[in-house]
């Protein structure tokens, strides 16, 4: 009888393969986003226009935050490899896949621990620190080998540029993707794995 009675319940804790589906369609539709929104930049700092803002790495956060780390950076890493691949830059491609890990994986680790706003907000400031020095070790390596900027020249850059911009560029990704993500977090996640609080 007792085993009859856990058969009969047995299919409301059995996970099935459609929301997997779901979820990859989810996360496909958000790399796409990404890869769209990596086509509409601008600068931030005055002078310095060769340095631009895109929120591609928004919609990667967000799946982060939704589905976990290693969702995030798949999302992250592919549309950074679309981007450079439609444009035909490989040294980018490369700059962006080491941001992108930088901002995704700090916040997504922090949050899969701690499913709350305060969490979401911690992972996301550790998320912009780790993304800004890995925007000043690319440049420091990746700008000189192949784009010819002697190294002397991208160590004078870090206090006066890169730190800034890219403290900016991921202060408001990290806006953006508390925003975002709010919104439309019950949308992606489904109501056996929603958390009170985010």
Not at 37 to 54: A, M, R
Not at 66 to 71: E, K, S, W
Not at 78 to 86: E, F, M, P, Q, S
Request: net charge positive.
């Amino acid at each position: 009888m007792a085993a009859n009675n856990k058969d009969a319940h047995a299919p409301a804790f059995t996970n099935t393969n459609k929301w997997e589906t779901r979820q990859l369609v989810t996360m496909a539709l958000l790399c796409a986003i990404g890869v769209l929104l990596s086509f509409v930049e601008f600068p931030l700092l005055p002078g310095v226009t060769w340095l631009k803002y895109d929120a591609s790495a928004m919609p990667a956060m967000v799946c982060g935050f939704a589905f976990g780390p290693a969702a995030g950076l798949a999302v992250g890493i592919v549309g950074a490899v679309i981007h450079g691949i439609l444009f035909a830059d490989f040294s980018g491609a490369l700059m962006n896949i080491l941001v992108v890990t930088g901002f995704i994986l700090p916040a997504a680790l922090v949050y899969r621990k701690t499913r709350s706003f305060k969490g979401g907000v911690l992972g996301l400031v550790l998320s912009v620190i780790a993304a800004t020095l890995m925007a000043i070790v690319g440049n420091l390596i990746i700008t000189p080998a192949w784009l010819g900027v002697p190294l002397d020249a991208v160590v004078a850059m870090i206090i006066p540029i890169l730190t800034p911009f890219n403290l900016v560029k991921g202060a408001l990704n990290a806006v953006l993707t508390l925003i975002v993500y709010k919104s439309i977090s019950n949308l992606i996640t489904p109501k056996k794995k929603q958390v009170k609080g985010r």
